[in-house]
């Protein structure tokens, strides 16, 4: 079964600094993976996905990750933090675009002043 | 885009009572939902996939009697959990899949406190 790890509970960055928020999955087969954010008492909010086309994907507010197979890893990434970035992040991992999504135990992102 | 409605957005109910909570995608065809559940500070859970006409499939560990699943169209999904206690006080989310264009849309989720 399909499933993925989130290193660190917490991360914190200061305002304008790299956020690296990572990521490693396990799957049988080539896997779908994405990003969420959520903030307090919300939904959820895709901010990238990847379905096995190009390895580097971008998504919304700035946010990159990079699909590397041998590392078996989706880390995160974006250039400069900014306050707004402040929430909770998840990443998941699909394995077939009618499959369920399993989801990571998320990462609290706070963004030091 | 793809927008997926959820309400309400938070229920307060008596312990013994049952609570539906419905879930509709307003410009696709959700040919699958997924409903999940979120304890604070934790993950998402997934608790049920259901597709449209058919019977939901619920995770290990899910009672299904409890959490009643209806998908009766392709816009519409309901969640009713079922002589709620106390412990069944989370925070409910559905995800909702069209075609391959739309992917998974999530809905804001729903607040129950049973008390």
């Known amino acids: 079964a399909q499933s993925v790890t989130q290193l660190g509970s917490h991360v914190s960055v200061s305002e304008g600094a790299l956020v690296l928020l990572r990521c490693n999955y396990s799957?049988?087969?080539?896997?779908?993976l994405f990003w969420y954010v959520q903030y307090p008492n919300q939904g959820l909010q895709l901010l990238l996905k990847?379905?096995?086309?190009?390895?580097l994907v971008k998504g919304i507010n700035d946010f990159e990750a990079e699909f590397k197979k041998s590392e078996t890893s989706f880390h995160l990434t974006k250039p400069s933090a900014h306050m707004s970035d402040a929430a909770e992040y998840f990443c998941a991992v699909s394995e077939g675009w009618d499959d369920k999504i399993i989801f990571g135990k998320g990462t609290r992102l706070h963004i030091l002043p | 885009g793809a927008v997926v409605s959820q309400h309400p957005s938070w229920v307060i109910c008596k312990s013994g009572t049952s609570v539906k909570i419905e879930c509709r995608s307003l410009d696709f065809q959700a040919t699958t939902m997924f409903w999940y559940r979120q304890f604070p500070k934790q993950s998402l859970m997934l608790m049920a996939t259901s597709n449209e006409g058919s019977k939901a499939t619920y995770e290990q560990g899910v009672e299904k009697d409890k959490f009643l699943i209806n998908h009766a169209s392709l816009t519409l999904s309901t969640l009713t959990v079922t002589s709620a206690h106390p412990e069944d006080s989370s925070f409910y989310i559905c995800?909702?899949?069209?075609?391959?264009?739309?992917?998974?849309?999530f809905g804001s989720g729903t607040r129950l406190t049973v008390v």
């Open positions: 995800s909702a899949r069209g075609t391959a264009s739309y992917g998974y849309t």
């Open positions: 799957s049988s087969v080539p896997p779908y």
């Open positions: 990847y379905t096995s086309a190009a390895t």
